[in-house]
């Protein structure tokens, strides 16, 4: 079974079983360009999915979960039994594990990153959401200078919750087209819809 496959069928159980979560696919994070494969925002939580499908190389596992666990409150990773054992034997054991055996099971439940990156979080921020905590000369420099400066400043803490609002913003317009054109079961030209972001012209 493909990635693709999979997280089709995972959306739903995901929604089935989230009410009132934000769902986002393929967002990208991280200074090294990294593309999550599903993003679950719910009650001020990131919670993060790395879907591995039958045919995946798992080589690159372990420098994806590194990203991932400094930016995600949450990690997980979805797979079938053929990958099973390696993604275990591979993955930290904060990572969680979900086995999709026919239906959906949580074979270990991830644990919450107490760690994160501001680096990484922020990044997630465009100029306008931290320009506030710059000041004047500072809201001209590179958008990667004005991220690492307001990081510095900020507390962890204040960090998660723009960046938070950041990707709610961004995530939650998209997500409600998704939800709006969707029959009961998620398809896969849906996936296309949870992807990007909604350009506001003024």
């Not at 934000?22 to 990294?34: A, H, Q, T, V, W």
């Amino acid at each position: 079974m493909s990635a693709n496959e999979i997280k089709i069928k995972f959306i739903d159980w995901l929604l089935d079983n989230n009410e009132g979560a934000i769902l986002s696919n393929e967002l990208l994070f991280s200074k090294n360009k990294r593309r999550a494969d599903l993003v679950l925002l719910l009650k001020n939580q990131t919670i993060s999915f790395e879907i591995k499908g039958d045919l995946d190389n798992l080589k690159c596992l372990q420098q994806q979960l590194k990203d991932y666990l400094i930016t995600f409150d949450e990690v997980n990773i979805v797979c079938t039994n053929k990958l099973f054992k390696k993604i275990c034997a591979l993955s930290p054991k904060r990572v969680g594990i979900i086995l999709f055996d026919k239906k959906f099971k949580t074979i270990r439940s991830a644990k919450i990153n107490k760690k994160l990156s501001k680096i990484s979080l922020i990044q997630f921020c465009k100029p306008n959401a931290i320009s506030k905590f710059l000041n004047k000369n500072q809201k001209h420099l590179p958008t990667e200078e004005m991220r690492a400066i307001a990081a510095n400043k900020l507390t962890l803490k204040d960090v998660k919750n723009i960046s938070y609002q950041s990707l709610t913003k961004k995530i939650n317009p998209i997500y409600k087209i998704f939800l709006k054109d969707k029959g009961k079961f998620t398809i896969k030209e849906d996936l296309l819809n949870l992807i990007g972001e909604i350009k506001v012209i003024r």
